[in-house]
């Protein structure tokens, strides 16, 4: 009965480990958001003045049955007193990119959000991560990127055979302390009956 306790632990320990050791979700990024201003150069020499959204794909992924992940009907919505979309087209996985090309001088807006389109359901979703890798919804100022990151939400996690020995340890080290619990009353029973036919 000494060793109860301590087995009781080791099957909490162990049972608490086998579900903390779970493969986790993949996560992987697959382009990039970026909000900036055409350069001086750009503007005289090009016409391209004001400020630019590009969207970068370098993602060689297959999603579902999509080849390389391609970005189809590239859409970035502003948030200006009239919202307005500007298209960026196809943005194939090759490490392809687009950027805007419309006058956006005379515009003041505040946030920038990006739609993507594929040709399939894809096994998972789209997030876009800040520079220091946290969560947030688009982008919010000048010179400002974000990372495009596509997580799979519905993967099976299957445990590996370490885990899977210290899930089972676990199980059978709680099945032996209830055994043992169990099996407490009856000695105790059958020592007071001793001690009573000695007497």
Known sequence: ???????????????????AFQPTALAIPIGEFTWNDYSETDCDDFGFCGQYFAVSNFSELTLGSEQGATFFDVFVGLDTASPMSLSLGDITGDG???QSTDSLS????????LRLTF???LPGSLQFLS????I??????LGSLLVIDYAVDDVV???EPSTLLLLLGGLAGIAFAR??????PEKSRMKRSRHVLAT
């Open 1 to 19: 009965m000494l060793a109860s306790p301590f087995v009781r632990a080791l099957s909490v320990a162990a049972v608490v480990g086998g579900f």
């Open 96 to 98: 392809a990119s687009s």
């Open 106 to 113: 005379d515009l003041f807006f505040s946030f920038a959000g």
């Open 119 to 121: 040709v399939s359901t």
């Open 131 to 134: 520079p220091e890798g946290s």
């Open 136 to 141: 947030v919804t688009g982008l919010t100022g």
């Open 157 to 159: 996690s299957v445990p």
């Open 179 to 184: 055994k043992a619990r169990e099996g407490a």
